[in-house]
């Protein structure tokens, strides 16, 4: 296979379970740290944002529905990458490769055929940039028996890990999830979904707010937090009590797995921001237990992904662990908004360089493995 000989620039892609857009970061690996040469997010439009999410939340769909949603995805994440490359100056010859996660639509790991599914034609990507992409990074974990998340536990372990303390990240997108990052090096890097992150609190806020998420938590702050209605949630829910590794999607806890808690005795006794302050404290309790039951005590938790702009989110998980400093991403250098398009970078690089992507002891997989394909932007970039 050859490529752009001298080049350590990777482009990474990634749109979340949040589905508010696309994260393109342009990441430089000359150096470490490798150095953000640009990053922007590109949000969807109204049409394919619900669109999205009606492919997320239904049980069925059309094949022209999903495979027309496949192609588009893969047009919009071409254009969100040239004017990447245009307002960084960077030509497209310049990059080796584009990891691009995809959106995801299912991810379903513990069913009797485990499998995992994402959209977004890398073809179409290759062909429009003239860039070589990987992608398809999760189902060659599924098919060495893991779960096939999270996968950037390992790219946390390769920037942010430290010699000097216990540490753990926290993404807080449509699900929130952990890497617990161990100083002592002969101890397992540990990586699981929590449960819910962002998701419940935008769908609640699309309901009753003009407005597609509660900007910094203002809403939520407004309201009380309901004991009773979180106690039932969290007691009443098996994955919480499932014991790592784990992992979930928005296919789960969606708006169906909300309203069942909510009977009309509920919702008259409740005002709707007393139900966003109580679903903030869902998702901060479920991430607070989760680190508590970590190995060790982490002496920082670093915030990655959009729930690290929720200002009260991050407060509140602050009181629940006053035992450790709850900071982003940002003190560590990496902008918590593009730490998950960068980790894609960096997975694309690892399977150009054909270097294992996934960590068993995280996924459950049998064995490391190598993650991806590649999609081939010109003849003499092939295996």
């Known amino acids: 296979m050859t490529f752009n000989q001298g080049s350590e620039l990777y482009v990474g892609l990634m749109s979340g379970t949040s589905l508010d857009g696309v994260d393109v970061a342009i990441v430089d690996f000359t150096g470490f740290p490798p150095a953000l040469r640009y990053c922007s997010t590109t949000p969807y439009s109204v049409s394919?944002?619900?669109?999205?999410?009606?492919?997320?939340?239904?049980?069925?769909?059309?094949?022209?529905?999903?495979?027309?949603?496949?192609?588009?995805?893969?047009?919009?994440?071409?254009?969100?990458?040239?004017?990447?490359?245009?307002?960084?100056?960077?030509?497209?010859?310049?990059?080796?490769?584009?990891?691009?996660?995809?959106?995801?639509?299912?991810?379903?790991?513990?069913?009797?055929?485990?499998?995992?599914?994402?959209?977004?034609?890398?073809?179409?990507?290759?062909?429009?940039?003239?860039?070589?992409?990987?992608?398809?990074?999760?189902r060659k974990d599924i098919a060495l028996g893991g779960q096939a998340a999270p996968l950037a536990p390992a790219f946390h372990r390769f920037l942010f890990r430290s010699s000097e303390e216990d540490r753990a990240v926290v993404n807080i997108g449509g699900i929130a999830n952990i890497s617990y990052l161990p100083a002592d090096p002969d101890r397992a890097i540990l990586g699981f979904d929590t449960g819910p992150g962002n998701t419940l609190l935008d769908y609640w806020t699309e309901q009753h707010r003009d407005a597609s998420?509660?900007?910094?938590?203002?809403?939520?702050?407004?309201?009380?937090?309901?004991?009773?209605?979180?106690?039932?949630?969290?007691?009443?829910e098996p994955y919480f009590h499932h014991t790592a590794p784990k992992s979930t999607g928005t296919e789960y806890f969606n708006p169906g797995w909300l309203l069942a808690f909510l009977d009309e005795t509920t919702k008259e006794a409740l005002t709707p921001s007393d139900i966003q302050a109580t679903l903030v404290e869902l998702t901060v309790t479920t991430i607070a237990r989760a680190l508590q039951a970590l190995p060790s005590r982490v002496g920082n938790c670093y915030l990655c992904g959009g729930g690290a702009r929720n200002l009260y989110l991050a407060e509140r998980l602050a009181l629940a662990l006053p035992e450790c400093a709850v900071i982003t991403t940002a003190a560590l250098g990496l902008d918590p908004d593009f730490v998950e398009a960068s980790a894609f970078a960096w997975l694309a690089r690892e399977r150009i360089n054909l270097r294992v992507g996934n960590l068993p002891a995280v996924t459950r997989a049998q064995q490391a493995g190598i993650l991806g394909a590649i999609y081939a932007a010109d003849i003499n970039d092939q295996m």
């Open 48 to 138: 394919i944002r619900d669109r999205l999410l009606e492919l997320c939340r239904s049980q069925t769909t059309s094949l022209d529905n999903l495979y027309s949603l496949d192609a588009e995805l893969g047009e919009i994440y071409a254009g969100v990458v040239n004017a990447a490359l245009e307002k960084a100056g960077v030509a497209a010859n310049q990059v080796i490769a584009i990891g691009c996660h995809g959106q995801t639509i299912r991810h379903s790991p513990d069913s009797a055929m485990p499998y995992t599914a994402q959209i977004g034609d890398p073809n179409r990507i290759a062909a429009i940039t003239g860039i070589s992409i990987v992608a398809d990074f999760r």
């Open 213 to 236: 998420y509660d900007d910094g938590g203002v809403w939520a702050r407004s309201g009380k937090v309901n004991t009773e209605l979180l106690e039932r949630m969290i007691n009443s």
